[in-house]
């Protein structure tokens, strides 16, 4: 394995606007705004003006990089100084942390080796990354690491005083020999770490102590490009403007809400693989929306449609996901795209003609939460088909949409539906039969397909956005606190 070349300015930052309370308000109420407001005043007096630095390696394209979006631009809203930096790596960096991310979920990934030669690779990258973090940081500042990338940075941020906390984003159930090899690697690099923190308490490793042990499902942001409210006609001319869907005029280009609140345009293209003509607007629409990984199970949705939905001929089926080549932290997209491609290039032509492939550009990543929250608000049915999931944003997204979904019993999806009322849930993510069934009767009950997506939203109203996640974030700094005496 080649040394790791230094370049100059590895950390990149992400700038995120501040957005008060208030704006909060017509989604909650007033009452959940001023707890929400008293929850940043507890937080300003626990921090006594030391900073909150959060660290990951990308800063779009997933799931982390949406939440800390709508995390921090609430925390900065009730006068949180709160940053967001990007570490850098190369691509044996990546190849080695996608094999972790695997592990963690209990699959061995590539099959590859994690033994001194990865040590050493990892610990480098990381190193050099620290030599631009360390002098950021003060003593006392809280530093919030995610995921494996970053495991690697707590010893460094440690020596000089930092309060460092580790939020794991991903895990499995039940541990395996694949999650005890990932763990394996990294305890060493985690035993700095004051705080803990997952989406559900089975993910965490044993030797992690109770009282260092915080769980934090994650939220998402009623008034995000990704989840703000669209009628069905701004849906339907928006995905006609990018070609998801068939039909539209010459006019004026669909808007949308940027994250500091000024209107944007939708003019990018997505880039679709298909052999016959889009779906007509009022085709019935079965969709998964997720990045391209093995985890997320893009081609077993596409057998399970072909295997088992084949004679529903005017349904559809679409796979949407980030372009490719917009990830950086996730080596392994590009293959599982071309392992779906080859099976749609597979499939009966009158099969093929109604499976969409498409890939969302990045460049302007709230243009592209802009096209995805359209595609979620059409879609008569929405999939998250996860073989194993950390907590399934998309799901929540749906949700609160109003949208039916069908989802893995896996991770923390279990945390989000409840089976039959809020959603539908596979026990056996690889039973396509099951799988078929599900989406076979929503798709015939639009009376069903309300009363699900009504409970649906509901559930994320009550449980799952940003004034409960905030709230709980204070409580883990306020610990730490307490803590160091």
Request: with cysteine; net charge negative.
């Amino acid at each position: 394995m080649r040394p790791p070349e230094r370049s100059r300015d590895l950390l990149g930052e992400v700038r995120v606007g501040a957005v008060p309370p208030e704006h909060l308000e017509p989604v909650i109420g007033a009452a959940r705004v001023r707890a929400l407001a008293k929850v940043g005043a507890r937080m300003r007096a626990v921090l006594a003006g030391r900073q909150v630095l959060n660290v990951n390696s990308t800063g779009a394209g997933g799931g982390v990089a949406e939440l800390l979006q709508t995390l921090l631009a609430y925390s900065r809203g009730v006068g949180i100084d709160a940053r967001w930096l990007v570490i850098q790596g190369d691509a044996d960096f990546f190849a080695i942390t996608k094999r972790l991310h695997d592990g963690l979920y209990g699959s061995p990934g590539d099959g590859g080796p994690l033994g001194e030669s990865e040590r050493r690779h990892y610990e480098a990258v990381l190193g050099d990354n620290a030599s631009e973090l360390v002098p950021l940081v003060r003593p006392d500042d809280v530093i919030l690491l995610h995921d494996p990338q970053t495991a690697g940075l707590a010893g460094a941020l440690a020596a000089v005083g930092a309060r460092v906390v580790w939020r794991c984003h991903v895990g499995r159930d039940e541990q395996n020999t694949a999650t005890r090899r990932a763990w394996g690697f990294l305890r060493r690099y985690l035993e700095p770490v004051e705080i803990f923190v997952f989406s559900k308490v089975a993910f965490a490793p044993s030797w992690v102590p109770a009282d260092r042990l915080a769980l934090i499902p994650p939220s998402i942001d009623p008034f995000s490009s990704k989840n703000e409210a669209i009628d069905a006609a701004e849906s339907v001319a928006m995905l006609q403007c990018v070609g998801l869907l068939d039909g539209g005029s010459p006019g004026p280009t669909p808007q949308f809400t940027r994250g500091d609140g000024t209107r944007g345009h939708v003019h990018r293209h997505t880039d679709i693989l298909r052999s016959g003509p889009p779906p007509p607007p009022d085709a019935p629409l079965l969709m998964q929306a997720s990045r391209w990984d093995a985890w997320k199970d893009m081609r077993g949705v596409m057998d399970g449609f072909a295997d088992h939905l084949g004679d529903l001929a005017d349904t559809h089926l679409v796979l949407a996901g980030p372009s490719v080549h917009s990830i950086a932290d996730d080596p392994a997209a590009a293959r599982v795209l071309d392992e779906c491609v080859s099976v749609w290039r597979s499939l009966p032509d009158t099969i093929r003609a109604r499976t969409h492939l498409a890939c969302v550009p990045m460049d302007d990543t709230d243009e592209a939460a802009a096209i995805v929250n359209a595609l979620q608000q059409h879609s008569t049915v929405v999939v998250q088909k996860s073989l194993a999931e950390g907590f399934g944003l998309t799901v929540a997204e749906a949700m609160w949409k109003h949208r039916p979904v069908i989802a893995s019993a896996v991770g923390g999806i279990t945390d989000q539906i409840i089976d039959g009322e809020s959603g539908c849930l596979l026990r056996d993510p690889q039973d396509l039969s099951a799988f078929a069934a599900a989406a076979r009767r929503l798709l015939g009950d639009p009376v069903e397909r309300e009363r699900i997506g009504q409970r649906a939203h509901d559930r994320i109203l009550e449980q799952f956005l940003p004034d409960r996640h905030l709230e709980q974030w204070t409580r883990v700094v306020a610990s730490l606190s307490r803590g160091r005496g």
